[in-house]
């Protein structure tokens, strides 16, 4: 592409040219960076590379998914590094769907401020602070249900002033609702059966020989039960 439909963007203070119709990921890759951290499936759905960006005179910072986020000119970039999140360990079978469980993992969420700062910050546009809210209510249902769609990018943790977990409390109340609020699957119990029967072992053994585009294809042609 000529210089001159190129666009500019600066990368860790460092101004550099990039074809428009990059993401940022692309983009980043396109300034020479070699990325190991921080990029995952490129689709939206693995929540590795939330990123950080400011528009020139703006105040506001964005927060986005790198791989779903087309570059703009002026755009400042930066990479956040890998922090994980505080992820303490549970039997989620010796837990209640309620609010004490939810203060019995993550004590913490009882400082949360209602400052909303979480929602902001979710490039999934997910209410956060209202599951955050629905867990201390003991609403196992709503959490479940508003929290469904989180990818644990975190970036809500970073922004969290009360030093919440979010995306952890979420995952513990889609836990406790499918463990004891859900209907049981009765189709599911007779198919786990078979497989530790050994039903499908010589499908599985098959599907591990063959390449990654037979994969993709046998998985485009398949029958899709009806609902
Ligand atoms: S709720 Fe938090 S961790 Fe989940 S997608 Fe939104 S910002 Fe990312
Ligand atoms: S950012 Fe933290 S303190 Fe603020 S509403 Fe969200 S969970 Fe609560």
Redesign the pocket.
């Known amino acids: 592409m000529s210089e001159d439909k190129m666009i500019t963007v600066q990368v860790m203070e460092r101004k550099v040219k990039v074809p428009p119709s990059l993401t940022i990921i692309k983009a980043l890759e396109y300034a020479g960076y070699k990325l190991t951290h921080g990029v995952g499936c490129r689709a939206g759905f693995c ?1 590795a590379c ?1 990123t950080v960006y400011r528009m020139p005179g703006e105040a506001k910072l964005h ?1 986005a998914l790198a791989c779903q986020t087309v570059v703009q000119d002026g755009m400042y970039l930066t990479q956040i590094p890998f922090f994980p999140g505080q992820k303490p360990a549970y039997d989620v079978t010796m837990l209640m769907p309620d609010a004490a469980a939810v203060l019995k993992v993550f004590p913490e969420t009882i400082n949360c401020l209602g400052c909303n700062t ?1 929602t902001k ?4 546009d ?1 209410e ?1 602070m209202h599951y955050v809210a629905a867990s201390l209510r003991g609403d196992v249902e709503a959490l479940a249900d508003l ?1 469904f ?9 970073a922004r969290c002033p009360a030093e919440l977990v ?2 952890h409390i ?1 995952l513990l109340g889609r836990r406790l609702y499918s463990l004891h609020v859900l209907p049981k699957a009765p189709d599911l119990a007779t198919r786990i059966a078979d497989m530790d029967g050994g039903a499908y072992r010589d499908q599985v053994a098959e599907l591990k020989v063959r390449s990654a585009a037979e994969i993709k294809t046998q998985y485009v042609a398949r029958d899709i039960e009806p609902e």
């Open positions: 929540g939330g927060f979480c910050a979710c490039p999934q997910l956060v929290s769609d989180c990818i644990m990018c975190g970036l809500c943790v979010p995306p979420g």
